[in-house]
Antibody, heavy 119, light 107 residues
Framework: QVQLVQSGAEVKKPGASVKISCKAS????????IHWVRQAPGQGLEWLGI????????SYAQKFQDRVTMTRDTSSSTIYMELSSLRSEDTAVYYC????????????WGQGTLVTVSS | DIQMTQSPSAMSASVGDRVTITCRAS??????LAWFQQKPGKVPNRLIY???SLQSGVPSRFSGSGSGTEFTLTISSLQPEDFATYFC?????????FGQGTKLEIK
């Protein structure tokens, strides 16, 4: 069965970086894009960007353009999302989600990773 | 960026009621819209894709309609397990954008 399993919760200080992983299984890793979205406490969802696991190409939301990096490791079917220069407003649950055009838009999600930024 | 205006932001309803939630896109997005349900502390669950296609396993009381800029999610007869937050997502144009969410509460 399709699964996206994310790494565990993180606590970081302002100015630090965090790197979250999303390990895919149950499907052909290179056939589906992976998106990252986040949800601050009590808030709605915010899109961070997308990575194509096949070639590694990325597209980021302008708001995060200079702070986010998405990479992949095809040997382990794992996607990584690194967010730098963390501030308190980055405290949120971060989700990865699978995507393909047509019927496969955000059909499977990771379980979420809570990132807490606090001094 | 495409703005997704979702309404209402919150509503209360009773078991058995018919409920409609609307998302309006600031630009044409064809049918590249999905609806999700999210319960507190849980991962979003896709209900509808391609604006009107029912996700496998989702009860048939959920339906979606619309194309272009106006979309609706309808729950034909509310059940106790339907009280949750619902939100739409446009995936026509980067950056993808979400509606602000509709919190559906028990009256």
């Amino acid at each position: 069965q399709v699964q996206l399993v994310q790494s565990g919760a993180e606590v970081k200080k302002p100015g630090a970086s965090v790197k979250i992983s999303c390990k895919a299984s149950g499907y052909t890793f290179t056939s589906y894009y992976i998106h990252w979205v986040r949800q601050a406490p009590g808030q709605g969802l915010e899109w961070l960007g997308i990575i194509n696991p096949s070639g590694g190409s990325t597209s980021y939301a302008q708001k995060f353009q200079d702070r986010v990096t998405m990479t992949r490791d095809t040997s382990s079917s794992t996607i990584y999302m690194e967010l730098s220069s963390l501030r308190s407003e980055d405290t949120a649950v971060y989700y990865c989600a699978r995507y393909h055009t047509g019927n496969f838009a955000f059909d499977y999600w990771g379980q979420g990773t809570l990132v807490t930024v606090s001094s | 960026d495409i703005q997704m205006t979702q309404s209402p932001s919150a509503m209360s309803a009773s078991v058995g009621d018919r409920v409609t939630i609307t998302c309006r896109a600031s630009q044409v997005i064809s049918n590249n819209l999905a609806w999700f349900q999210q319960k507190p502390g849980k991962v979003p669950n896709r209900l509808i894709y391609a604006a009107s296609s029912l996700q496998s396993g989702v009860p048939s009381r959920f339906s979606g309609s619309g194309s272009g800029t106006e979309f609706t999610l309808t729950i034909s007869s509310l059940q106790p397990e339907d009280f949750a937050t619902y939100f739409c997502l446009q995936h026509n144009t980067y950056p993808f954008t979400f509606g602000q969410g509709t919190k559906l509460e028990i009256k």
